[in-house]
């Protein structure tokens, strides 16, 4: 099992401009979470999927991020246009059965915004 | 609002000896807790977890206490051994959904 993979591991991109942060689950996984870590906030949810439809979006900052979950394998997070303040490393999880068994984070995406 | 709270930002154990990380939590709603262990550029791995129903979970080295009545929770590593030395996260979930978390507490273990 390959386990959660995100891509890219790390992405520097001028202010104003999209960034799409890529995720694929484990397979199998029906529900997925879309963290992001700051030092002043810690770890926050920003959205979830439970088998592919969104549940929970109100920890998206504001309207410049979306995510989707065209089919199960795949997730995207797109920020539009970005900032500074989203400098941040953003985790993307999937969860496949009981919530004691753990939910399964990727490696992250650094981003930095100049 | 805080509802995980990991009050101490850092704690420095000796090998071998125990080390004991504490979380507080203030939603009665939470029904499964979770920790979790993170190295540096990677992402956090879960550790152990225990439901609401249960005031103890073991799994070897490895203990979470769960006291409901205070609202705390803390995790047990005996011994500690060096490559314990990361950040541990404590997580809390109400009804099985989405996963809060505390600020993290940074374990050295020095030999």
């Known amino acids: 099992d390959a386990g959660v993979i995100q891509s890219p591991r790390h992405e520097v991109t001028e202010m104003g401009q999209e960034v799409t942060l890529r995720c694929k689950p484990i397979?199998?996984?029906?529900?997925l979470f879309w963290y992001r870590q700051t030092m002043m906030r810690g770890l926050e949810l920003l959205i979830y999927f439970n088998n592919n439809v969104p549940i929970d979006d109100s920890g998206m900052p504001e309207d410049r991020f979306s995510a989707k979950m065209p089919n199960a394998s795949f997730s995207t997070l797109k920020i539009q246009p970005s900032e500074p303040r989203d400098s941040a490393v953003y985790f993307c999880a999937s969860r496949g059965g009981d919530v004691g068994y753990g939910y399964t984070f990727g490696s992250g995406t650094r981003l930095t915004v100049v | 609002d805080q509802q995980v709270k990991q009050n101490s930002p850092s704690l420095s154990v000796q090998e071998g000896r125990i080390s004991i990380l504490n979380c507080d939590y203030t939603?009665?709603?939470?029904?499964?807790f979770l920790w979790y262990k993170k190295y540096p550029a990677e992402g956090p791995t879960f550790l152990i977890s225990?439901?609401?129903?249960?005031d103890k979970n073991e799994d070897g080295r490895f203990t979470v206490f769960l006291n409901k009545s205070a609202k705390h929770l803390s995790l047990h590593i005996v011994p500690s051994q060096p490559g314990d030395s990361a950040v541990y996260f404590c997580?809390?979930?109400?009804?099985?959904?989405?996963?809060?978390f505390g600020q993290g507490t940074r374990l050295t273990i020095n030999p």
């Open positions: 397979s199998g996984h029906n529900s």
């Open positions: 997580a809390a979930t109400p009804r099985s959904q989405k996963l809060v």
């Open positions: 939603n009665s709603m939470f029904d499964y």
């Open positions: 225990i439901s609401s129903i249960k």
